[in-house]
């Protein structure tokens, strides 16, 4: 297979998980609509204190900031520990090429 094969199959490999995850996140949203028409008026309302608490949006938002936020820093680290290793990555991608610059 060619890097471009290989980068090209690892693009198709990951779009359809992506797919297959948002409708799997599709079916789940559906549920919990349905669900929640059903049981609404059941539900008794929320005592005043609970004003003083954040939002459930709030809660997914800060959630998924630091998520982000953890994300990067974990993307830079990755990276940093790459360039330390890169003097020796580099020798073992020279070694396995052939005098005429095609690999062994």
Do not use: C, N, Y
Not at 72 to 91: C, D, G, Y
């Amino acid at each position: 297979m060619t890097t471009t094969t290989m980068s090209d199959f690892t693009q198709a490999t990951q779009d359809a998980t992506l797919e297959a995850v948002r409708k799997s996140q599709q079916t789940v949203v559906e549920a919990v609509r349905v669900w929640s028409k059903a049981i609404e008026k059941a539900v008794p309302a929320m005592p005043a204190a609970s004003k003083e608490l954040p939002t459930s949006e709030e809660l997914v938002e800060s959630s998924f900031q630091f998520a982000e936020r953890l994300l990067a820093a974990q993307h830079e680290f990755a990276r940093e520990v790459l360039s330390a290793a890169a003097p020796v990555l580099e020798k073992k991608a020279a070694k396995t090429k052939t005098p005429t610059g095609t690999s062994a």
